[in-house]
């Protein structure tokens, strides 16, 4: 067994070959695929999920530093003017 699991998708239609109901999908490591049983079509699928799960990792983070240094200079400033 290789634990990938193929589901048949019910109704599907083959783009290559126009028969039905022989369209099953399935998943790797990395990418999730739909396949015809019946002559072999194979179409990868870029899933738009994946793309969201990337954005979401992707933003960027703003690391706040402790400006304890320039606290009181600036108070000072906004005082005096
Ligand atoms: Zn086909």
Redesign the pocket.
Known sequence: MTGIKKRFVAGAI?P????MD?IVTYDDENESYRE?V????VEKLSSMMEKAKEKVESIPVNIVTHPVNNIGKKKKDADES
């Open positions: 083959c290559a070959c126009s028969k022989k015809c019946s002559c072999g079509f």
